[in-house]
């Protein structure tokens, strides 16, 4: 099935404005709840959120196999579980319906009103309920940085690393969409002199700059996932901030891993952008060596070019930049981390999330965690107010942002906040 | 509110044969499929199936203030939602229907034809849908032995281990219900001399001898639950064989914990034996040195006496049990696993599971997983029909028990089994 919704010389009756995430070549799905206060499946071009809930029922997608309800749910659920085929026919008629040219909707003033909203007329909730969250560790700079500050600069990458997309299993209960505040979780570390633990919010409040990819329903238990077919089982990429206590993190995480360092929140941005919207920017990841497994083995540009970067926000101060990366530069491609994942016969299903883990590129400035940038807290990151910041201080917002950028069209996932809020008292 | 049902003068107009699991003081909650292939939530005394969607209907549970369809579900998560005070009503209210003396459904044919099955009429489902899976490592002499065994005898538990209920995030969608078979995992073991990292089926599948939790919606994120309370967010428990493949896992868990050595299958029992029907079962754990901080510190009997034992059963041949342990063995307790999870704002959902690890007591006879059992393979284990085990071969099913009594009453699990099939092909 051709991607017509990628046609970059298409354009929209609606207004989108310049560098917008959203032309009308991307159309994400996310889901919202309406000035009405009813919950629905949604997209959206430039600054209009589009009821798709209410499209269907107005008939606009009319020779699409869908069920009645399949966008009158409170998660995309459903939908992603409808199969690759249905994504796309559903992605180019929506597209169709908002081409310039086409009056059917532009035209019709009474379903305008029933379809279109403000972005401040909506509030937006979690896209997808997550049955499981991995987490995988993909980016060679950042495993070796972490290595080199926790371990022996030497042999800073584990014995495992080249061989293996390491990846371990998540909180699902704590992800939360972008704009809910996060509260500094308490929690024991590593003891002092006397040897007691230590115990009380965390001082090393950290974020991850991450991207997560959202999987349809896709092996029984028991089969595995061809690397080949790997793709088709992937609807979309949101991007994902990991908070880590960094403190609470090192104490607990022998031998089975992080654990309430990571599973207090877990922000993720409210748009889910599909595979398809993203397929002209592929491009070759870093070189594999050694090579991988024959179950790991890829084919060509298996990697996405897409522009990331963090920003830290002071209470009632200004944006600063400190990290900008790109996801291009993963090692473990994502089709690699769905083929591991399931060489043991693991099931997959709809809606499940698998974080890249942190993105850190080849330069200091494109590292992905305050523990990078600051290196471990040797050297402050400058912000443009002229404080400093070694982590995350209370009454900061973090904010992730990712595009993809050609001369013709910006895909971009809109933004991951969140706001750091103090410690309760035990 | 009083446990009436678990008065051990009660009987049943049922019929219970002597040692029966299921005792009209037991009252589990189950989920399944009946003659007609009609899921419902139902409960087992003896071995009569009770079917409580029929019971609601036909009005049994008038005067306790539930929803229509609350058993006219595929999971108890919603029922679970409900709280304490709802499980014990409808508790003791099944009691008093089954109850020698009370006529109401006991003269009632045609009512009984509609709720009772016997057993091989109904097949058992999951019982929850499993939010989050999260595993402890509770158990001292579990993880001594471990530690003994992969890393330094002289130094077996690791420095946080005595301060900390150390606990991982494991894999909701392969939680499969006791009798589903379970398939041989592939996967990547450590390089031999080459340096080219071994690959095929698992050479080393055990089991481990394991309990689980299952929570109530206990609070929101942010916020924790303090251990004097966590006892009323704890439905009942439910025998866990978390299957553990350990060569993929020895080559995988460093630094971010087990993962394919884990997610292909953990198998549960299909019956949840609430808290209260284990409450004369409450005794002291071990002493635990040091002291743990205040947040951790916990009341008296906060352990249970569950006698436990795990069995192989080769292809065609008799069971061998192979291990005989305890519940009360655990060092930490499920209500400072509650406690810790939640302390720094984790939010703990209805129908989420908490595994304890495995638990092994002081004797060699009471390890709880093969890889303890046969010492690392040192020490291959006896079967009754002169075949020996390092691990677990292709064709044995592993079957799960554990039963509380005392002179009056025998509360049990029924089984938890799984029989291995050889490894797919690749």
Not at 6 to 23: G, H, I
Not at 141 to 153: I, K, Y
Request: proline residues 7%; negative net charge; hydrophobic residues 35%.
């Amino acid at each position: 099935m051709p991607l017509t919704a990628n046609d970059p010389t298409r354009q929209s009756w609606l207004e989108v404005p310049k560098n917008s995430d959203f032309p009308i070549q991307n159309i994400p799905f996310g889901v919202f709840l309406t000035r009405d206060d009813i919950i629905t499946i949604g997209t959206r071009i430039g600054n209009t959120a589009i009821d798709l809930g209410a499209l269907h029922q107005l008939g606009y997608f009319k020779g699409i196999e869908l069920t009645d309800d399949i966008f009158l749910q409170d998660t995309l659920n459903d939908f992603i579980a409808d199969g690759r085929k249905t994504w796309r026919l559903v992605r180019n008629r929506i597209s169709d319906i908002f081409l310039k040219d086409n009056p059917e909707l532009r035209d019709n003033t009474e379903h305008k009103e029933r379809v279109l909203f403000t972005m401040n007329e909506i509030e937006m909730q979690l896209p997808v309920d997550v049955g499981d969250y991995t987490d995988f560790y993909a980016s060679k700079e950042h495993a070796t940085n972490v290595g080199s500050l926790f371990r022996d600069p030497e042999n800073a990458l584990l014995p495992n690393w080249l061989h293996i997309p390491i990846g371990y299993h998540g909180r699902s209960s704590s992800i939360i969409p972008s704009g809910t505040p996060v509260r500094r979780p308490n929690g024991q570390t590593k003891p002092g002199e006397n040897g007691t633990p230590g115990f009380g919010p965390s001082k090393l409040l950290d974020f991850e700059l991450e991207m997560a990819f959202i999987t349809t329903a896709s092996n029984a238990l028991g089969r595995r996932i061809p690397i080949k077919e790997a793709d088709e089982h992937i609807f979309g990429l949101v991007l994902l901030n990991d908070w880590s206590a960094r403190d609470i993190q090192a104490w607990e995480y022998v031998p089975l891993g992080p654990f309430l360092g990571k599973n207090f929140a877990s922000t993720i941005s409210p748009w889910i952008v599909t595979l398809d919207a993203l397929h002209d920017f592929k491009v070759s990841g870093p070189k594999q060596d050694p090579e991988p497994l024959p179950y790991l083995k890829q084919g060509e540009k298996k990697n996405y070019d897409i522009n990331l970067e963090a920003s830290i926000k002071p209470e009632g101060g200004k944006e600063t930049v400190v990290c900008r990366s790109n996801f291009k530069y993963m090692y473990w491609s994502m089709v690699q981390q769905l083929a591991h994942h399931t060489i043991n016969g693991c099931n997959v299903r709809s809606g499940d999330m698998m974080g890249s883990g942190t993105i850190s590129g080849p330069t200091p400035d494109s590292y992905g965690s305050m523990l990078e940038l600051s290196w471990k807290g040797t050297k402050p990151v400058q912000l443009s107010d002229g404080s400093s910041r070694k982590f995350i201080e209370d009454g900061d917002t973090v904010i992730l942002r990712g595009y993809c950028q050609n001369d013709k069209v910006r895909i971009g996932f809109g933004d991951c906040a969140g706001k750091v809020l103090p410690a309760r008292k035990i």
